[in-house]
């Protein structure tokens, strides 16, 4: 079959226009367009029931839902790595959990098992997600915030991560300023950039250098802070630590409890040293100062707008989108779910010629939406060893990829996701784009096995969660309505009718028959064969296109 010509990733819907429309509550159609770009951005894939579901609702009641926090998780992370030979020294048994273990000593070994079965776990967090945006959220938090475990693999044990996950998705759609300070007083975060010795005898300016440059001010010509507000900073931060259980303590004695004085970026703001008791309380007095400039509210406000949206920020949309939305964050205290609402619903948004298909998905966005999308069959909840088996294979399989929670090489976070105007393209190089169309083969011909738990594509069960699949014209437009964001030319689509689904035929009768007649009989391994047989090879096809790799 002849190949549609590719579509440059990342620029395929994007018009070279300027900015028309703004944050303006979106009125236009809501159809299966519309839907399904709010919910490749806002979850991880566009499943069948979630498309149809959300069909049925506004556009505002829709958003409104996805935006609604779910609860807390009701599983923890297990010991899954007994059942390979290895005995937990702190006697925790197979399949019992290792997070309420008490001493929880640093040991290399223990720790690099115990965070697998935690990236593990969050893994599944992920892939059983709700319809709702939570997760999603959890997962950019992650990536501002950014940690690699690995760096600190031998003096951090695993539970301060764990505990790490918990704050960012109890805060995803909360407030952000009380994220910025559960985070600088997570154990883990403490001990990751180092304020654990940070003490007023040798200050350490790492968490408050990142504290402005990484998490609140950001790097933008306008982000005036200067090398004295980051030793400020650090002072204003001295006392923070953890005991030898790895819980947040504050040292009295470590704080510097004189006055920390300010640059003019920040209003020449004076800090006053507090003692004793009172001396966390200088911490609420730096982040006051620090959301009270105009640059906090505008750089979180440009983070979100490149993940969710797309990632270059012209003067246009600096100006008529940026601008207005970190007004609305400032206005709201700093109301994440907020912010979001606004952009969400916006006529900007919902603009297709500007931000549909403008980005390329995230390893972790094509491999768990790919599995969400097709519905590919999981183990029963129930079932432990199958289940962290998937999560594992997920796990290796978006890490080869260059996107492994947990373990994000940078600071400022993932590559892909601050690289200047390369951003997500970073996602695709000669080398990630041939493994990720040996995954897409791999599951939609034999299937992905880990621990002898398979996972794979079923065609025809995905076919059959479409509306008209007898029908090889809508068929193919179904698909491509949860597959694709970016339309397949008239003559593409009938040569992928009549090349794979007609068996090179010009009747749309002879699929329609094959389907009734694999309806009608099921276990009919003739008819079975015949429609399986093309559906496959029509998935498979449609994912090795340029095209699979845009959201």
Request: glycine share 6%; charged share 15%.
């Amino acid at each position: 079959m002849e190949r549609p010509a590719p579509v440059g990733l990342g620029m395929s819907a994007r018009k070279s226009t300027a900015l028309s429309d703004g944050l303006d509550e979106y009125a236009g159609e809501w159809t299966t367009t519309e839907v399904a770009h709010l919910l490749k951005r806002t979850l991880f894939g566009v499943k069948v029931d979630d498309l149809n579901y959300f069909l049925g609702k506004t556009m505002s009641e829709a958003v409104d839902e996805l935006l609604t926090a779910t609860p807390a998780p009701t599983t923890v992370p297990l010991n899954s790595y007994s059942s390979n030979g290895y005995t937990d020294p702190t006697g925790v048994a197979a399949w019992d959990t290792w997070i309420n273990t008490g001493v929880d000593y640093p040991d290399s070994q223990m720790n690099t098992l115990r965070l697998d079965s935690l990236k593990c776990w969050w893994i599944g967090q992920m892939l059983n997600e709700n319809r709702s945006i939570h997760e999603k959220l959890t997962l950019f938090w992650h990536n501002h915030f950014a940690v690699d475990t690995l760096l600190h693999i031998t003096d951090i044990p695993a539970r301060p991560w764990y505990d790490y996950y918990l704050i960012l998705r109890a805060n995803a759609l909360g407030n952000f300023k009380q994220l910025v300070k559960s985070m600088t007083l997570s154990p883990a975060m403490l001990c990751y950039l180092n304020g654990n010795t940070n003490k007023k005898t040798s200050p350490n300016e790492n968490y408050g250098r990142e504290l402005q440059e990484l998490y609140t001010v950001g790097k933008s010509p306008a982000s005036l802070y200067t090398q004295s507000d980051v030793e400020a900073a650090a002072r204003v931060l001295t006392g923070h630590s953890v005991d030898s259980y790895f819980n947040y303590v504050f040292n009295e004695g470590d704080h510097d409890d004189q006055n920390k004085a300010f640059s003019t970026f920040y209003g020449s703001t004076i800090i006053t040293g507090r003692s004793g008791a009172s001396g966390p309380a200088e911490l609420d007095d730096l982040l006051n100062m620090i959301f009270n400039t105009q640059e906090s509210a505008k750089f979180i406000c440009r983070q979100i707008y490149n993940f969710f949206v797309y990632y270059n920020i012209d003067a246009n949309i600096e100006s008529n989108i940026i601008t207005p939305l970190a007004q609305v964050f400032r206005s709201s205290g700093y109301d994440i779910t907020a912010v979001m609402s606004v952009l969400l619903k916006s006529d900007h948004f919902f603009n297709m010629a500007y931000s549909s298909a403008c980005l390329i998905k995230s390893p972790l966005d094509f491999t768990l939406g790919l599995l969400r999308e097709y519905q590919v069959k999981m183990p029963d909840p129930s079932d432990n060893g199958s289940s962290y088996s998937v999560w594992e294979m997920i796990l290796q399989t978006t890490a080869s990829l260059q996107q492994e929670i947990l373990r994000i090489p940078e600071v400022a976070g993932w590559y892909a996701y601050y690289e200047g105007t390369a951003y997500h393209e970073l996602w695709i190089n000669s080398v990630t784009y041939t493994q990720r169309n040996a995954f897409t083969d791999l599951m939609i011909t034999n299937g992905d096995m880990m621990n002898m738990v398979p996972m794979v594509i079923d065609p025809l069960a995905f076919a059959s969660s479409l509306a008209s699949p007898a029908d090889p014209n809508l068929l193919i437009s179904e698909s491509l309505d949860i597959l694709y964001r970016v339309p397949l030319s008239a003559d593409t689509i009938l040569s992928l009718k009549q090349t794979i689904l007609l068996g090179g035929l010009t009747t749309d009768y002879y699929w329609t028959s094959a389907w009734q007649a694999y309806t009608a009989n099921p276990s009919d391994p003739v008819a079975k064969g015949t429609v399986f047989n093309r559906l496959q090879t029509l998935y498979k096809y449609l994912m090795n296109l340029p095209e699979y790799h845009l959201s």
